[in-house]
């Protein structure tokens, strides 16, 4: 669950802020939609073909098949009446639509199913865990088994009645208890797992311990905790760290930590989602089997402007260790950022980014993110641009294909950063702010230079996603990464702010900067320098739509850049959640 539902009247819906606990408008969740809006409806992002959806919950694989699960509202394009539902595919490409895997039934569920995890049990059985609402609205954890293991659609689970297995027992916040993690088994023969909580403003990784997983223990002492609101959807794995012996870039599985040499080459990722904010944040560090603590390098302190997984808006994400490539794969949800009556009149709401790979920098100073790679299988007609000059003030059209549904590779050199602007340490926790502030419009010294997308042939829309250097030092240099969509539609009542992040660069040494961006009708999701930042924008345009969308490249800054290369390829739309058999 991303947060606790907030009712409020009709009448006030125009002007909420879409980044507020789910708002529950009793008049709309039960409305079907009666016409599906295509416009601006996303082509290769993952959604279903109407209404509301939120979280991705249980990823995993299992014969065969990759398993998604995901909050969704069957009834309406507005949060309410949530279930599990419940796709799978071969290839994270195309997805066929089952029935609904998990939905309120039950005395300790029967005021919602909430968000939660996949386990593949060492017989290989897979079982769910999730947040269910009981009769007295706590939030308890409950279970869920496959009724039938030879099916690999997984299409029937079964509830114990000996749930919930976990309920908020004393010194736990019952309304602020929920979405359990992935549970690992210890060298000591014990499972464990951490739900998310809080205790006034400190945000907690609750910890449990079960020997036959049905019955949990809660430990003495919590994972780890931060004085930074509630934590949901909280998410704790493995990664490899480079000098092992299986590469940076493989995932790890729980399962092979009880072998302690592979344990000692691996580092530990905990992500949390801040509810106050409704940003994700994650730090790195070493986790201690013997004592069960997490204690992250003295690098990524617990704060509410640190690492992020996307910049943008990116939310309530859950990974899950895929066996078939050895990688661990990332799924995060992304919301729609226009108004509630859009939603209805659009008849759906909500997308899932496109999953990622990731990993561990080869450094170990942060976490890398890149589309995964059967993406590339979508790509159709290619266009290329190399070795193009482009002066402070210039811009150009890249013409000769379809860039409403794209994926956009691009190389930029800086010739000159004598022109860069002094940087004011001031900034180094407020990106956003930064970019807000000095935005696409605002002519610089080094930047802004990057991109124009969805953009009408006379630009009054434009989406930006560019980069701007700054000057720490003599021998210094900061490089900030914006997605700037306050020119990308008309429409006064969408929500339109600026995203943006610092890229851990040495701009003076490389010289050279690169952005990948898939561009899908509504959605703009951007990767600079690799995967190192990345941030995902939410945009309505108006009028650059279908064939009256178009690309540019663009520099607003005093110092010319080098388009070293661009590659572009339309993008094919997959089969998206069409029911089986059909």
């Known amino acids: 669950m991303a947060a606790a539902p907030l009712i409020v009247s009709l009448l006030c ?4 802020a879409v980044h507020a606990s789910h708002v529950v408008y009793p008049e709309l969740q039960s409305l079907e939609a009666k016409e599906v809006g295509q416009e601006l409806r996303t082509g290769y992002h993952f959604q279903p073909p109407k209404h509301w ?7 995993m694989y299992y014969k065969g098949l990759y398993h998604l699960f995901y909050q969704y509202n069957p009834k309406g394009a507005v949060w309410g ?6 796709s799978v595919s071969t290839d994270l490409i195309d997805w066929v639509a089952l029935e609904p895997g998990i939905y309120p039934s039950k005395p300790f569920d029967i005021n919602g199913c909430w968000s939660g995890s996949a386990t593949i049990l060492p ?18 954890q409950n279970v869920a088994y496959p009724a039938n293991l030879s099916d690999p659609f997984l299409r029937k689970w079964v509830k114990p009645d000996y749930n919930p297995i976990i309920n908020p027992d004393r010194g736990i916040n019952a309304s602020a208890f929920r979405d359990p993690t992935t549970a690992w088994y210890g060298p000591d023969g014990h499972w464990r797992l951490v739900v998310g909580s809080k205790e006034n403003m400190r945000g907690i990784a609750v ?10 223990i809660r430990a003495h002492h919590s994972l780890h905790a931060g004085f930074t609101g509630m934590w949901e959807c909280p998410d704790f794995f493995p990664v490899a760290v480079a000098g092992g012996r299986r590469h940076h870039q493989s995932g790890v599985d729980t399962a092979e930590l009880r072998d302690s040499t592979v344990a000692a080459e691996v580092k530990y990722v905990l992500k949390v989602s801040l509810d106050a904010t409704r940003y994700e944040y994650y730090t790195i560090g070493w986790y201690d089997h013997s004592k069960d603590r997490y204690t992250p390098d003295l690098a990524f302190p617990d704060n509410d402007y640190g690492l992020r997984y996307d910049y943008g808006d990116f939310y309530a994400s859950k990974s899950f260790y895929d066996p078939v490539k050895k990688r661990r794969v990332l799924w995060g949800w992304a919301n729609e950022s226009d108004t509630v009556p859009d939603d209805r009149q659009k008849g759906w709401a909500g997308i899932q980014a496109i999953p990622r790979k990731i990993f561990l920098s080869r450094g170990g100073r942060q976490l890398i993110q890149w589309p995964v790679e059967e993406i590339k299988s979508l790509r159709a007609k290619h266009v290329n641009v190399s070795d193009k000059a482009v002066k402070g003030g210039e811009y150009f059209k890249v013409g000769g294909f379809k860039s409403v549904q794209s994926d956009v590779e691009a190389a930029f050199m800086i010739k000159n950063l004598e022109k860069a602007e002094k940087f004011d340490m001031a900034w180094r926790t407020d990106a ?4 807000k502030k000095l935005n696409s419009h605002v002519k610089g010294g080094v930047g802004p ?21 700054f000057k720490k030092n003599d021998t210094s240099y900061v490089v900030l990464m914006c997605n700037d969509p306050t020119r990308s539609s008309f429409e006064s009542q969408i929500y339109r702010p600026t995203f943006a992040g610092f890229v851990n660069i040495d701009i003076a040494k490389t010289k050279k900067i690169a952005l990948r961006t898939l561009i899908d009708h509504s959605v703009v999701e951007s990767f600079g320098a690799g995967g190192k930042t990345c941030i995902l924008t939410r945009v309505y345009p108006k009028k650059a739509v279908g064939d009256n969308a ?13 388009l070293t290369n661009l590659r572009a390829w339309e993008m094919k739309t997959p089969t998206m959640n069409k029911r089986l058999g059909q």
């Open 13 to 16: 819906c125009a002007a909420l």
């Open 53 to 59: 959806i939120n979280d991705p919950n249980g990823p």
């Open 81 to 86: 009446n949530i279930i599990w539902a419940h």
């Open 123 to 140: 017989n290989g059985v897979p079982v769910i865990m999730y947040t269910g609402i009981d009769p007295n609205e706590r939030q308890v």
């Open 207 to 216: 910890l449990y311990r079960s020997r036959d997983f049905r019955r949990w």
């Open 432 to 435: 956003q702010g930064l970019c």
């Open 449 to 469: 230079f990057g991109l124009w997308l969805l953009a009408s042939d006379d630009l009054k829309e434009r989406t930006a996603v560019f980069f701007r250097v």
């Open 550 to 562: 178009h690309l540019f490249v663009f520099n607003n800054g005093e110092s010319d850049i080098k």
